[in-house]
Structure formats: structure tokens, C-alpha cells
């Protein structure tokens, strides 16, 4: 059974349609890419697949691992185990990142039937990834995103998945704004989530994240639509070519 | 006629009123005059200086009419409809009219407790059932935590006592800084609170003394049946300090609708006075319907050169709230602060704010207000900065921010600034925001509740002020008001 299965997938906001009959299937242990040029509807498939108000499905069917996704609230999607990271992280003043991150592990926990991780675990645990993605620990103690420089907030973004260890991480644009070191500490971290039980959906515009984390699949999504899907050797040709003989070659 | 003549027709004028055991007669009739005042008096063994200062208190307060405000609505009290004295009433009378037990308190109440996460002997207590005093003693042994506890205050020379137990032990301490605060005539409620305060708290410290331990109404929770008209006094000598937590963070079965207390704060030199309340009366129901009006005046003085005093508050309860914990700094360089988390949900007003008076050389005050509105609350902060001509090199930071969750609440801010030294520095920011749907998104899809989502911004908001209670305290106010904002989301 996939992992992630999207079916002609229509959504809009505002009435405005702007997802056309979506569909992709991610199994288990596959990267899948998406790129696609501004605008064309990635940040929105991230949003619609989080179940954000707003964001009206009027076609089409997602299941996540035997759920049907649609019926879930977004709470209920992250503690089955989907994981959001946002291509602009929200701040939220006055609350600290470590308390956040641990209501976080302890909404999933208890939806697992387990108990409230211990204090001292969980700062081990903690600690310890935090040293992984070169951050300070510092971080721990700030509000969350609060005057975080982008690349601050997108290592965040991959700390908490770190944690968290979702089955399937959507990352929407975690390289935008990355230094070229950011970069390699974010890849490297993406890279450990990698597995047989996971997935994971890279939306990006750069092939130099996919250099580090070789994708399995590579899709290109324009006005709403998967236009193209192949493998990573696709996003080479993305490079060097551009989107215009790809989306000539579709129409 | 003599003054002892005088008391003695009173006192017997007393028992036709019927002060006696009988738990039918305990309550003095509806109504208030002077013989009224003189019979609460009588009935304390109140020394002549105190029942003239109510006297005058009363006669003043005949004089004056009651306040009315643009931003809270309330239906006229009755003044002559209310009934001034009910006597301190003993374990069995006060088990007369409470519950048997916890199955014949309301529900909701209980369900509040629980969430609040008090324990199951503590709950009986607040909400007033049977016997739970002697079962809170069996459990806690709180008469020994209190013995204990008033030994080491004792050592240090601190007295805290009910305010009764000081007019009768410590006279001389009550005349001297009485009213010194906040005069008998400050205003309508304070008026009439200083020609009928029932009890309330009493604390000196002594100078260079650091009071040993935060003192807490809740120690005195057998003594809560103190009423509504409440009088609390705190004076720290030249050197001293003391923190004080008034109140108790779980809602409060009450019978009285209106409450209308004094505190009164007194810091001579370097000395420093923190008091913090969280307050949590009922709030009437979804509807409006029910909930306590509390018209309470809060005032300190820093009378003493390089003093302190610093307010902080989680108000959370009540229908109507009506406060402005304020500070006169007297002294040079001393120092006032406000932290305030005001939060209404449903139909709660609240009109809450401060003052800082300077009048001393370089004295300096902070403001941070954080108003929280919901469901269709009226919150309003209200605040003076007054900065007198004698307060060359004066300062003051107003930090003032609204949070609004959902569109039918309101917040309003009134800042008034009146600088009669052109040396002042004054300081004013003020912010409102909503709970944006971004912040929402993002915690829930880190699977958290609607709720949990909701509280985590919303006590974010307020952790300036949180980070200035005692910690016991912060965590208590964050789960208050979770419980307060309870169906404002969804
Ligand atoms: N709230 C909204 N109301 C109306 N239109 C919207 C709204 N949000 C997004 N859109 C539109 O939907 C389209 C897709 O936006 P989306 O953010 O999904 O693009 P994207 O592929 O992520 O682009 P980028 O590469 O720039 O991040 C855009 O045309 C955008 O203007
Ligand atoms: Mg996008």
C-alpha cells in the first residue's frame, strides 16, 4: 500500500481554483521532488495535503497511510505522522522553541498511547540534534521563529522533523535562503529521515539540494497540474534548460 | 451621652438586630446607616479611633455619587438592598448553607477544578462543601503548616495577621498608616469600603527585614468567608521586602455580587513590596447571566526614597472588573511597575489599568498590559501617567498590547499622559494583533489542538508578564487562562 496516495486532486481558495487534478503516489522509502515555476501550486499541495481552512478540496481523494486524509483535522494528519515544513515559518512571540518542540512530541506520543517523554530524555534527545544541525542551543530558548534569520527558520524547520520522525515530510522550499554550509547541514539531516518507512516531498527550485539528497522521483508541477514526472536525471534538465522546452514539449 | 454609653446601646442594639449564634439572625438586616457602621464596629470590639474613622468614612461617602464609565455596563446596585455584616460564622454555620458534598456542587465548577488540575480535597474546599476545611487539615495538615509557618515569620519579626487581629494587636500601626494610601474619600467604592470593610489582610515588616517567605492568602483559606468588602494594608519598613500572592487561581463559590476592596501598600526607604493577584471569580455564565462585580482599589506608596513596589495581576474572573492598582512615587529614585494579563471571554467587561504618579527625582515606572479578548469581551485598559513638577529626571516604559481571538470582542486603550516636568522621559507602545491563522495552522500542524494551539500563542502573549510571577503562580495563571479562553476557538 502507498504511503501517500493523491487522486485527481481539485482544490481552490477563495473560489479561485488552483490545484487541477493532482495525482501522485510516494511509497515508502522514496524521495519524490517537485518543482515546478512561481505560482504553479506547490506551497498549495503542501497546504491542502496539511488540511489548512481555506483551502477547499473539491475533487479527488488522498490517503495517507490507509486514512482518508480529507476526513482528518490538521492535528490529527500530524500525530498519524505527516510532517510540514513551511516555506515561511510563522513566529509566535514568547514561546520558546524547546516548549514547543516538546508539546509537539508529546501530542504525537500521546496519540501513540504512550506516556509524556521525561524531562531529562527529552533534553538529551534534544541536545543532541540541535549540536547535529549546527544550531546553539540558545535556539532552544528563543520564541519560536521569533527573529530568526531565514536560514535560522528553515533549520528549525528540519529540527523538528528530526524529532518528530514523521512517515512523511513535505518540505517546501527548506533550501530557499540556505548558505551554502546551511545548506549541507540541512541535506545531511534530510538525509538521515531517509528510510525504508518514510517519505519524503522536496519542493524545491535548485538542483544543488537534490546534488545532496538524490531524489527518486522528480515531478514538475505548472498551473495546478503535474505536467511531468521522471526521474532525477529531470531535474538536471530543469538546470540546464529551464522550464520553457518542458512545458512546450507537455502542451 | 458618653462614647462607652454610646457603645454599650449599640451593642445592645446589636443583639435586637439579633447577633447571635442563631444562623438565621447572623446577617444584620438589608440597609445601611450609620447605625449600621456602628454596629460592625461594636461587633469587631473595634477601638473608638476606628469606628470614628468609619463614621467619617460613611458621612463622606453619603456625600458622593456613584462613578459611571463609558466602557462597563451594569445594572444600578442598590446600595440600601445589601447587607453590610454577616458575622464571622463558625465550621457548623458555615456548613448550614454549604453543599454536603462535592456531588451537590455545580458541575462545571467542578470540571473547571479539574482541568486546573487541583487536587480532589482542595476542590471541596473552594467550592465550599461541608467539612472540607477539617478534611484539607487531615490531608495537609495545614494547622501545623500554618503554625510552622507563622513561627518563622514570627523569628524574622513579620506580622501577618487578618486585619481584625491587627486593629486589636497592633493599633498603633493601623492608626498610623490607615487611609494614608488611599484617603477615605478617594473614590465611591473606597469610600464605602472604609465605612464597612468586613476583614482582610494585615502584613508589617520590619526594617531591614526580608520577609522569609512569600506570604499567600491561600494559607488563610479557612479565613476566606471574609465577605465583600475587603482591607488589606502592607507596610515594609526602610529596608524591607516582601512578596504577597493574593488569591487563588480556581473560581471561588461567592455569594456576594459586589465586592469592593482596598489594598493599601506602604515602601519607606529601599524598601520593596511585591504584590500579585491572580483573580478568578465567577464570571457569570455563557450568557452573561450571574457573576460578581469587583470594584476594587489598589493603591501603593513609595514613600521612601529608592523604594519599590510592583504590581502584577492575572485577572481572569469576575463580570465586571473595575481596577487600577496604581503607584504614588513619593520617594526619589523610587520605582513602580504594573504587569497586568487581563482576559475576558463571553460577556465580561473588564476596565483595568494603572497609575503611576511620579513625584519624586528620578523615579521610574514600567507598564506592561496585555489585554486578551474573546467570545464578546470588552476589554479596556485605562492608564495615567502623571508626572509631577517636583519629578525632575522621571521615566516612564507604557507597553500596552491587545490580543483579540475571533471578530465580535473589543479592546480599547486609554493612555493618558500628563508631564508637568519637561526633564520626564516618557515612553508609550501599544500593539493589537489577532491569533493569525498562520500561527494556527503552523501549531496544529505540529499536532497540537485547536485549543492547545490557541493557548500556546495566547500565553506567549502574555509571558512578559507571566515571567513576573512566582513561579508556582505562572503555572497555575497559564492553565487559568486556558480554562478562561475555554470555547473561544472552534
Ligand atoms: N489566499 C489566496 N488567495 C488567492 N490566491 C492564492 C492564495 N494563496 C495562493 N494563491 C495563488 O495560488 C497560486 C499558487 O500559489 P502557491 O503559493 O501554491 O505557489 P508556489 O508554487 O508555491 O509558488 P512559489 O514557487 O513562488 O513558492 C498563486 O497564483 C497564488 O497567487
Ligand atoms: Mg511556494
Given amino acids: 500500500m502507498a504511503l501517500l496516495e493523491i487522486k485527481n486532486l481539485h482544490a481552490e481558495i477563495d473560489g479561485k481554483e488552483i490545484l487541477k487534478g493532482i495525482d501522485l503516489t510516494v511509497n515508502a522509502g522514496e524521495v519524490h521532488a517537485i518543482m515546478g515555476p512561481n505560482g504553479s501550486g506547490k506551497s498549495t499541495l503542501c497546504h491542502v495535503l496539511g488540511g489548512r481552512d481555506g483551502y477547499e478540496v473539491t475533487q479527488g481523494s488522498i490517503t495517507f497511510d490507509g486514512h482518508d486524509l480529507l476526513e482528518m483535522e490538521t492535528e490529527e494528519r500530524a500525530v498519524a505522522g505527516m510532517l510540514l515544513g513551511f516555506q515561511h515559518p510563522v513566529e509566535i512571540p514568547g514561546v520558546k522553541n524547546i516548549y514547543l518542540l516538546k508539546e509537539a512530541l508529546n501530542a504525537k506520543r500521546e496519540a501513540q498511547g504512550l506516556d509524556e517523554i521525561d524531562t531529562f530524555t527529552f533534553m538529551k534527545q534534544v541536545r543532541e540534534l540541535v549540536a547535529s544541525m549546527d544550531m546553539d542551543d540558545a535556539f532552544l530558548h528563543r520564541g519560536v521563529n521569533a527573529g530568526f534569520s531565514g536560514g535560522e527558520k528553515k533549520r528549525n524547520e528540519i529540527l523538528q522533523m528530526l524529532l518528530l520522525e514523521p512517515k512523511l515530510a513535505l518540505l517546501d522550499e527548506t533550501d530557499s535562503g540556505l548558505d551554502i554550509d546551511a545548506l549541507k547541514v540541512v541535506s545531511e539531516g534530510i538525509n538521515r529521515m531517509r528510510g525504508e518507512e518514510r517519505g519524503i516531498i522536496l519542493v524545491t527550485h535548485y538542483q544543488r539540494l537534490l546534488n545532496y539528497v538524490e531524489p527518486d522521483f522528480v515531478h514538475v508541477l505548472y498551473k495546478g497540474k503535474i505536467i511531468k514526472s521522471g526521474d532525477k536525471t529531470l531535474a538536471h534538465r530543469l538546470e540546464a534548460e529551464g522550464y520553457q522546452e518542458i512545458l512546450e514539449e507537455a502542451s | 451621652m ?36 456602628r454596629m460592625i464596629s461594636a461587633k469587631k470590639h473595634e477601638p473608638e479611633f476606628m469606628l470614628e474613622w468609619r463614621l467619617s468614612a460613611f458621612r463622606h461617602w453619603q456625600t458622593m455619587k456613584e462613578p459611571e464609565w463609558a466602557h462597563v455596563h451594569y445594572p444600578k446596585i442598590d446600595y440600601q438592598a445589601l447587607s453590610y455584616y454577616a458575622a464571622p460564622k463558625s465550621q457548623e454555620e458555615l456548613d448550614a448553607d454549604a453543599p454536603e458534598s462535592l456531588d ?74 490607615l487611609g494614608t494610601v488611599v484617603p477615605q474619600g478617594d473614590n465611591y467604592f473606597a469610600a464605602l469600603n472604609s465605612a464597612v470593610f468586613s476583614d482582610g489582610s494585615f502584613v508589617y515588616v520590619p526594617k531591614g527585614v526580608k520577609c522569609p517567605m512569600e506570604l499567600s492568602t491561600y494559607f488563610r483559606i479557612n479565613a476566606k468567608n471574609t465577605g465583600q468588602f475587603e482591607r488589606t494594608l502592607i507596610i515594609a519598613e526602610e529596608g524591607a521586602s516582601v512578596s504577597y500572592l493574593e488569591g487563588c487561581t480556581a473560581p471561588q463559590r461567592d455569594e456576594n ?64 472588573t473595575w481596577k487600577y492598582p496604581s503607584c504614588v512615587l513619593k520617594g526619589d529614585d523610587s520605582v513602580g511597575e504594573f504587569y497586568s494579563v487581563a482576559v475576558g471571554n463571553n460577556y465580561q467587561q473588564i476596565d483595568s489599568g494603572t497609575k503611576m504618579i511620579h513625584l519624586g527625582k528620578r523615579t521610574r515606572s514600567t507598564i506592561v498590559s496585555k489585554g486578551i479578548s474573546a467570545g464578546r469581551a470588552e476589554n479596556a485598559y485605562r492608564g495615567l501617567v502623571h508626572i509631577g513638577k517636583t519629578a525632575t529626571g522621571a521615566r516612564n516604559f507604557t507597553q500596552c498590547d491587545s490580543l483579540l481571538i475571533g471578530d465580535r470582542c473589543g479592546a480599547h486603550t486609554f493612555p493618558y499622559i500628563e508631564a508637568k516636568n519637561a526633564s520626564a522621559q516618557v515612553e508609550h507602545e501599544a500593539t493589537t494583533s489577532k491569533v493569525s491563522d498562520d500561527q494556527m495552522f503552523y501549531l496544529r500542524s505540529r499536532g497540537l489542538s485547536e485549543e492547545d494551539a490557541m493557548n500556546m500563542v495566547v500565553s506567549g502573549f ?29
Fill in chain 2, 257 to 320: 455580587q459586589l465586592h469592593a476592596a482596598v489594598v493599601e501598600l506602604v515602601a519607606l526607604d529601599d524598601a520593596e513590596i511585591k504584590y500579585s493577584t491572580v483573580q478568578n471569580w465567577y464570571p457569570g455564565d455563557e450568557e452573561g447571566k450571574g457573576g460578581i462585580y469587583n470594584f476594587v482599589t489598589k493603591r501603593g506608596e513609595c514613600r521612601g526614597d529608592r523604594s519599590k513596589i510592583t504590581w502584577t495581576q492575572v485577572e481572569a474572573g469576575s463580570a465586571i
Fill in chain 2, 2 to 37: 458618653t462614647e462607652t454609653q454610646e457603645l454599650e446601646q449599640l451593642v445592645q442594639r446589636e443583639y435586637k438586630y439579633g447577633f447571635t449564634t442563631d444562623i438565621e439572625q447572623e446577617i444584620i438586616p438589608p440597609g445601611l446607616d450609620e447605625d449600621v457602621v
Fill in chain 2, 462 to 490: 502574555c509571558k512578559d508578564v507571566f515571567n513576573e510571577l512566582p513561579m508556582e503562580f505562572a503555572v497555575e495563571a497559564q492553565a487559568l487562562l486556558a480554562v478562561s479562553l475555554e470555547g473561544s476557538v472552534g
Fill in chain 2, 104 to 177: 451537590d456542587v455545580d458541575p462545571k465548577l467542578l470540571e473547571t477544578y479539574e482541568k486546573l488540575g487541583i487536587p480532589l480535597h482542595e476542590r471541596a474546599v473552594l467550592a465550599g462543601v461541608k467539612g472540607a476545611n477539617v478534611a484539607v487539615d487531615a490531608v495537609f495538615d495545614s494547622v501545623s503548616v500554618t503554625t510552622t509557618f507563622k513561627e518563622k515569620l514570627a523569628e524574622a519579626g513579620v506580622i501577618f495577621c487578618s486585619f481584625s487581629e491587627a486593629v486589636e494587636n497592633h493599633p498603633e500601626l493601623i492608626k498610623k498608616y
